[in-house]
């Protein structure tokens, strides 16, 4: 006789910092993101039963477009989605099998033997409305009606759910707190990704008719001595709280070591360096021209040998954020910076 099949329920579950994972905050500053973060939840929904693995069966021309057609969804889409989770760590690739590296410890499962012993247990709990409960003292029990015992039992189920209830409602209080937090923290990197793209169109409008030729060494040039920062107070800071959001997004974005904010001495500094170099009204621009040259520099993020570990406070160092934008650090033959 052939052995049944074992049934087994699978689900799926989000921890409960997974919109604040690195890997999932650069899929949402994609000019697709959403769409893309949906496909890649439906495609671990989609290898939920066989732990975390796709199969590519050969039925169309690219594993592409057998995805696309399983989800009824766009092959470009699928393919821009697939492509960052490879470079992104969330997806290898073993030949025909397309492994997502995360939904392993995601998946949750259950076989249906399993599902009948919880079953069982709550209709066994609801047949004992009808037995007498004793509690120590059968003579007293035994005078009172079966109706009036199972009444007993509802009480304290009735009691029982109350607490129960209490218990979900602060568990429900904590996780409306955390969605809270993490709008929050999404509000800042969409207004740092707004800021950021007005800034690049206006390079870009500017380096539209003036465009440095790739490949050539800039000639030999002494730089005038750059001026002394102007004395201010440490109450007369011009920066905005956008503006600070916007360098410390800036800044998380390098690849370094994160920070969570800055402190008063680091606003100072950073205030300072805005108004001696840069425009006094466009602080945004002036902050992204620094990060544009530091991401030019293959010395700067640690490329080269011996290795150069960019520190935050050596960057609000007057004397080094003015190197820093005249190219000081820039790999001429291989940037245009």
């Known amino acids: 006789m052939a052995e049944s099949k074992v049934k087994k329920y699978y689900w799926l579950k989000l921890k409960e910092g997974f919109f604040r994972e690195r890997e999932i905050k650069k899929m949402l500053k994609l000019d697709n993101g959403l769409a893309c973060l949906i496909v890649y939840q439906r495609l671990m929904l989609l290898a939920m039963n066989s732990e975390g693995y796709l199969a590519y069966e050969g039925t169309e021309e690219s594993m592409f477009e057998q995805l696309a057609l399983e989800l009824d969804e766009d092959p470009d889409l699928i393919e821009e989605t697939i492509d960052f989770c490879i470079k992104n760590g969330l997806l290898e690739i073993d030949g025909d099998l ?28 609801a047949l004992q409305c009808n037995t007498t409960v004793t509690d120590g003292n059968e003579s007293e029990t035994d005078e009172l009606p079966p109706e009036t015992n199972c009444n007993t039992e509802k009480e304290k189920e009735k009691d029982s759910d109350l607490d129960s209830e209490k218990d979900s409602d602060s568990d429900l209080n904590k996780e409306r707190e955390r969605d809270l937090d993490l709008d929050s923290d999404l509000n800042i990197d969409l207004q740092a990704q707004q800021l950021e793209k007005i800034r690049l169109a206006k390079i870009a409008e500017l380096n539209k008719y003036n465009k440095p030729e790739k490949g050539l060494v800039p000639l030999v040039h002494e730089s005038a001595p750059l001026p002394p920062p102007p004395p201010s107070e440490k109450n007369d800071i011009s920066l905005s709280d956008e503006d600070i959001k916007y360098f410390i997004h800036s800044w998380n974005n390098l690849g370094v070591e994160p920070i969570k904010e800055l402190s008063q001495k680091q606003i100072q500094k950073l205030d300072e360096n805005v108004k001696q170099f840069g425009d006094e009204q466009d602080h945004v621009d002036t902050i992204g021209y620094l990060f544009d040259s530091i991401t030019d520099s293959s010395y700067l993020l640690g490329e080269t040998e011996p290795k150069f570990n960019l520190m935050l406070n050596w960057v609000l160092v007057s004397e080094n954020w003015g190197k820093i934008i005249i190219g000081d650090y820039c790999n001429w033959e ?4």
Do not use: D, F, M
Request: proline letters at 3%; aromatic letters at 4%.
């Open 98 to 125: 397309y492994l997502l590296t995360r939904a392993p410890e995601l998946i949750g499962s259950e076989s249906e033997s399993a599902e009948r012993v919880r079953k069982h247990r709550k209709i066994k709990q």
């Open 334 to 337: 291989e940037s245009t910076c």
